[in-house]
């Protein structure tokens, strides 16, 4: 199939998904926050908790079983994985801010992920993520599409997991240091302990690591430069 083409068919499916999402944070937000969501946050039932952790692991596996259907080159496959999480982060942000009005603002703070814990961050950061994992992913399609090598050599691949590295590291501070204040690291993935659960709920955001933030997207940014040039 023609890049256009399947440019077209995952973007819809991508949007679809970033629908999907949002519809289900809209029931949760209902059930959870009825007069809107807001940190601190509120109790939340273990079994739902659960829930919640293996329907994240459920939509990486839809987006890996897409860029496999797309493709049966690791590299156009990869491009295909990121490309589609990208459309369906960014979308899933524009669907709740039509259905809720929310986010008010880019720099409005979100709960971004629970695996292996928990990532916040102001919606800013994850949609400037997105349009970076846009870019990587145009870069080898592009190339792919003209016949050239796309594989990423070993070097690119260290700047690349270096920078999702950092960024990790950065989503996942602020509640970290919350977290490590009250319990240590063995206690805090004791989901089922009530203490850690009342903890965990009373984390307030406080500030965003800007310049690891910034770090991370500088080496991700140099990795995809570096490695357009060596294919070029």
Same mark, same amino acid.
Not at 52 to 65: G, H, K, N, P, S
Not at 84 to 112: E, R
Not at 161 to 190: A, R
């Given at each position: 199939?023609?890049?256009?083409?399947?440019? +077209?068919?995952?973007?819809?499916?991508?949007?679809?998904?970033?629908? @999907?999402? =949002?519809?289900?944070?809209?029931? *949760?937000?209902?059930?959870? /926050?009825?007069?809107?969501?807001?940190?601190? &946050?509120? $109790?939340?039932?273990?079994?739902?908790?659960?829930?919640? %952790?293996?329907?994240?692991?459920?939509?990486?596996?839809? &987006?890996?079983?897409?860029?496999?259907?797309?493709?049966?080159?690791?590299?156009?496959?990869?491009?295909?994985?990121?490309? !589609?999480?990208? +459309?369906?982060? +960014?979308?899933? /942000?524009?669907?709740?801010?039509?259905?809720?009005?929310? $986010?008010?603002?880019?720099?409005?703070?979100?709960?971004?992920? @629970?695996?292996?814990?928990?990532?916040?961050?102001?919606? %800013?950061? $994850?949609?400037?993520? !997105?349009?970076?994992?846009? @870019?990587?992913? *145009?870069?080898?399609?592009?190339?792919?599409?003209?016949?050239?090598?796309?594989?990423?050599?070993?070097?690119?691949?260290?700047?690349?997991?270096?920078? =999702? &590295?950092? @960024?990790?590291?950065?989503?996942?501070?602020? /509640?970290?240091?919350?977290? %490590?204040?009250?319990? =240590? %690291?063995?206690?805090?993935?004791?989901?089922?302990?009530?203490?850690?659960?009342?903890?965990?709920? =009373?984390?307030?955001?406080?500030?965003? $690591?800007?310049?690891?933030?910034?770090?991370?997207?500088?080496?991700?940014?140099? !990795?995809?430069?570096? /490695?357009?040039?060596?294919?070029?």
């Amino acid at each position: 199939m023609k890049l256009h083409r399947l440019l +077209i068919t995952i973007t819809t499916f991508a949007i679809a998904m970033g629908f @999907l999402e =949002s519809a289900v944070v809209v029931y *949760m937000r209902e059930i959870l /926050y009825p007069g809107g969501f807001e940190f601190p &946050l509120s $109790p939340f039932p273990v079994n739902l908790a659960v829930t919640e %952790l293996f329907r994240e692991v459920a939509t990486v596996v839809m &987006l890996v079983t897409i860029s496999i259907l797309a493709t049966r080159r690791f590299s156009t496959g990869f491009a295909w994985f990121i490309y !589609s999480f990208a +459309i369906w982060d +960014i979308f899933y /942000y524009v669907f709740l801010w039509l259905l809720l009005g929310w $986010p008010q603002s880019l720099m409005t703070w979100d709960l971004l992920f @629970l695996i292996p814990t928990t990532w916040t961050g102001p919606v %800013l950061s $994850p949609v400037l993520v !997105s349009m970076t994992m846009i @870019l990587l992913a *145009m870069v080898i399609l592009f190339r792919a599409e003209r016949g050239k090598e796309t594989r990423i050599p070993g070097k690119i691949w260290a700047g690349l997991i270096l920078g =999702s &590295l950092i @960024l990790i590291f950065g989503f996942v501070l602020d /509640y970290s240091q919350h977290m %490590l204040t009250h319990f =240590s %690291l063995f206690e805090m993935v004791q989901v089922k302990n009530p203490e850690v659960l009342e903890v965990a709920t =009373s984390y307030v955001p406080q500030q965003f $690591p800007w310049l690891i933030f910034a770090l991370g997207e500088g080496v991700l940014l140099a !990795s995809i430069v570096w /490695y357009f040039r060596l294919t070029k």
